[in-house]
């Protein structure tokens, strides 16, 4: 995959767009912050970052068939650019959500470019390595991302010093993220998709019903809701047992780079056990981790379960990405990888606001059990 030009001009700017996201939305929760949010709105924000995906994502689907994949990446990434400038001008809440509902909407457009053109360019044989080092390029974004937002804003302590200095940054990563991919603009796609009059819900529909599809969907929901909350509720959790801004930045990165590693060796692993096998195992010890979270007395105990946490989290989804690839035809691929994303952005929307009453009332801490409870009904059996 490395060595096709298409995948090395994707990989490139995945891992910049992935970085401004993850300069974005821990950004996002201490502007909240300083804007005297309570946790509940914390969570209304995060969950509104993801109702337009939602809504959108099978539509994206089907227009990325007829549009073309390369041409979404290079519109997601531009509006990425968009939203980060819309947020240095965020001093309301009510702003900051437009902001952040639209810095969804763009990632949500890069993602279904990015994971269509793997699916339709990519062999069969070869899903499992070639989506592995397409989200080994995503973690790398985000293992930087945090970091590099906690060095630009600077620090007070527990709040960043200026939140606009890191949307600053993130507007320049998406400037650079569309040089590499610019040329796309005028490339048809790569399999035009299939034309179903019966409209984008139904069709999802039909695809629901193949065996394993469910099942796949689900489990892609379970973990990427998981991963989504810590990127939000760290800094909060952070925020609560007075760890510094510049700690939880790292601790973000932590979890980025470990899914990096697992995600890097995926080919390995998958040469060695079946994919059944590695996400009972990675979801396992997930469960694990996440309750663990909860009694974490400092930030180096913490980045030590987060660390953990980052590689099995990191596992499951370019597994996901694999099973359903395997299980859709090429010309449902868009609409497959739109369907399963629809699942991610659901529980991106209902959990996080769920998570912010829980946090209302118990602590963050509980957050991080409900979590694990999450992950753990991946285990229930489905068709």
Known sequence: MSHSPWATKLLFSSAITQGAIYVIRPMITYRALELHASPTIIGFIAAVYALFPVLLAL????????????????????????SAA??????????????????????????????TMVALKSPPNEYEEHFGRYTFSASFGQMVGPILATVVAGSTGVIPKSTSA????????????????????????????????????????????KPGMFAAIFTSLAISSTGDILVVFLPLYGNEHEFSSLSIGIIISIRAATSMASRYF?????????????????????????????FAPNPWVLGAIVFIAGFSLGVGQPLTMTLISQLSAPDERALAVSTRLTGNRLGQFAIPAVAGLVASSAGTSAVFVGLAILVSTTFLPRR
């Open 59 to 82: 539509t994206f689907g089907k227009l990325v068939g007829q549009i073309g994949e390369g041409r979404f990446v290079i519109l997601g990434t531009f509006f990425i650019g968009i």
């Open 86 to 115: 819309l947020l240095l001008s965020a001093h309301s809440l009510a702003l900051l959500a437009i902001a952040a509902a639209l810095s969804g909407l763009a990632h949500l457009a890069c993602m279904v470019g990015g994971q």
């Open 266 to 294: 995926l080919g390995r692993l998958s040469a060695r056990f079946t994919a059944r096998q590695l996400l009972t195992t990675s979801n396992s010890v997930s469960i694990v981790m996440c309750i663990a979270m909860a």
């Open 166 to 209: 890191a949307f600053t940054l993130a507007l320049v990563m998406a400037v650079l993220a569309l040089a590499p991919v610019i040329s796309w603009r005028n490339e048809a796609p790569t399999v035009r998709g299939r034309k179903d009059e019966s409209g984008a819900l139904r069709a999802a529909g039909s695809l629901l019903k």
